[in-house]
């Protein structure tokens, strides 16, 4: 079955503290995993994808096929990365649809 | 930047009442899509379109939904005969190509099914 799973529904962290989103997921084939975030009243955006292994806005994220893990990494929390954040996996289906998990809510506090 | 966009950003609908939900994906993408995000559960797919067909579509995309892009630029939901069950936000999203391709994606209809 496919399936993206975010384990933690709020993650409340003070700022400078080092943050980690975790994702799971469970594909048989050769998946790309995104993370998309929602700021407040914004659309979901993409954030980054595991094929690009770039970091944007000081996130990372490390495939691991091992523990078929996408968790998104930053050591220092700012405040403005409070969001929901959504781990999304897209499968070898021609049509690209992605599958996402319930999602995470970030709070950073001052 | 180019955006999805979606209209209304609100639709308030009696039971039993066809609504249609319009989106213009950004003009050089290919792939659009549509799902949904019933409150408090995750994303959903819906439907995915290309070439003017569908190209798959979940088990939640029954006989009571239907899509089409009647122009060169909008791309409509059509849900025929609406139950409370289908109150949800609505996102419509596009993509360049399809397979492993990031997907932009519109602000959103609520819709709320009375």
């Known amino acids: 079955a496919q399936r993206v799973t975010q384990p933690e529904k709020l993650l409340s962290v003070f700022k400078g503290a080092p943050v980690e989103l975790k994702c799971n997921y469970s594909y048989s084939g050769s998946p790309e995993l995104f993370w998309y975030v929602q700021y407040s009243r914004q659309r979901l955006q993409l954030l980054l994808r595991?094929?690009s292994r770039e970091s944007i806005k000081g996130f990372t994220a490390d495939l691991n096929k091992g523990e078929t893990s996408f968790h998104l990494k930053k050591p220092f929390a700012q405040e403005e990365d409070s969001a929901m954040y959504y781990c999304?996996?897209?499968?070898?289906?021609?049509?690209?649809?992605?599958?996402f998990g319930q999602g995470t809510e970030l709070s950073v506090k001052p | 930047e180019p955006e999805v966009t979606q209209t209304p950003s609100h639709q308030v609908t009696q039971m039993g009442q066809e609504v249609i939900l319009r989106c213009v994906p950004i003009?050089?993408?290919?792939?659009f899509y549509w799902y949904r995000q019933i409150l408090g559960q995750k994303v959903e797919f819906l439907v995915s379109f290309y070439n003017n067909e569908i190209s798959e579509k979940s088990e939640i995309f029954d006989d009571q939904f239907s899509v089409e892009r009647p122009d060169g630029s909008n791309f409509t939901l059509k849900i025929r005969s609406t139950k409370l069950e289908d109150s949800a936000m609505y996102f419509c999203?596009?993509?360049?190509?399809?397979?492993?391709?990031?997907?932009?994606f519109g602000d959103g209809t609520r819709l709320s099914i009375l």
């Open positions: 999304a996996l897209s499968g070898d289906n021609q049509g690209g649809k992605l599958i």
């Open positions: 595991h094929i």
């Open positions: 999203a596009s993509s360049q190509t399809g397979i492993h391709q990031p997907q932009h």
């Open positions: 003009s050089n993408h290919l792939y």
